[in-house]
């Protein structure tokens, strides 16, 4: 049956998705999305998380189910400061230069 937890739900996506998908060729538009949600899936493994799914450009996870955890925000809050700096470290432009920014909801 179901039961009630606390869980932290993480909904991260790219600004501008479909714009960039218009001017730039598809194999350099997966080049981009796959090196970026390799280090963005790892860090949310990192911080125990699980992967609920991919929607286009948008990452859906999830901290507290179905791995137990006391803090599933505090791991979720962590994952997402991770992420921030390594997007900082790490930025991405589009064909043109312009810069691949992200939305984050937790």
Known sequence: GMQEKSIAVLF???QNFTTMCESMA???MVTI???IFDACVSIIWDFQGTI???IGDCIMAFW???LVLSSPCVKGT???LRTLRWL???PHT???GTPIGFRMGL
Do not use: L, Y
Request: charged content about 35%; proline content about 8%; aromatic content about 4%.
């Open 33 to 35: 999305c796959s090196g």
């Open 26 to 28: 598809p194999q350099d």
């Open 12 to 14: 991260m996506d790219m």
């Open 94 to 96: 589009t064909g043109d």
């Open 52 to 54: 609920d799914k991919f």
């Open 88 to 90: 900082r470290e790490n």
């Open 64 to 66: 507290g189910a179905p």
């Open 78 to 80: 962590e994952a997402v």
